[in-house]
């Protein structure tokens, strides 16, 4: 799928089926991570990649306590979660994790399958298991949760979301 198309197209996917990805798949995805630029080349980011009935999102889960979406859990049934951690002392870390988290929602929409960015297990991450949770998803030392994405095949669709050009953008 062309780039641009996949930019138009994607959306934030929150019913995925039970099917798993396959290797190939998986492959893609990280590669698309591992592609994306870093300031100064620093290549400061980690991915762990998580079965969506890992025991730790469950415990993540219960770290987050109450949830704006309580019939759902934070990764939708999603059968992947990535976590991107990063070198916390890096000044571009989460510059370059939001550049690299996209580009995994990016590949995703172009092989089919429905993504979401979550963001919603940054306060558990970085609270007080914070040492415990870095441990399990086998961050290297030194590295903070930055962000994730759970990726599936899509159960459910909804459109991308709209905006307002004139409000956001300045052309001088
Ligand atoms: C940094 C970031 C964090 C996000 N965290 C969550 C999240 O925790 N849970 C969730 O359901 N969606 C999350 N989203 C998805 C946004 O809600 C979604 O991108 C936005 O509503 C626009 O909808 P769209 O992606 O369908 O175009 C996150 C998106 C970004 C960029």
Redesign the pocket.
């Known amino acids: 799928m062309d780039v641009l198309k996949a930019m138009e197209t994607?959306?934030?996917t929150?019913d995925y089926t039970p099917e798993k990805l396959t290797e190939a798949e998986l492959d893609t995805l990280l590669t698309a991570g591992l592609q994306a630029p870093t300031a100064t080349n620093r290549q400061e980011l980690h991915f762990t990649v998580l079965s969506g009935d890992a025991p730790v999102l469950f415990a993540i889960q219960e770290a987050m306590g109450t949830r704006k979406r309580p019939e759902k859990n934070?990764w939708?049934n999603a059968p992947t979660v990535i976590v991107i951690s990063g070198e916390t002392a890096f000044g571009w870390t989460a510059v370059d994790a939001?550049i690299a988290v996209e580009n995994i929602a990016l590949a995703a929409e172009a092989l089919g399958l429905g993504n979401?960015?979550?963001?919603?297990?940054k306060g558990a991450m970085l609270g007080e298991k914070r040492d415990e949770f870095a441990k399990a998803l086998g961050f290297p030392e030194g590295y903070d949760f930055q962000?994730a994405v759970a990726v599936g095949r899509k159960a459910a669709g909804?459109e991308?979301?709209s905006f307002d050009r004139e409000k956001q953008v300045t052309v001088l």
Do not use: Q, W
């Open positions: 994607r959306f934030s929150r934070f939708y939001g979401v960015i979550l963001g919603c297990l962000i909804k991308p979301h």
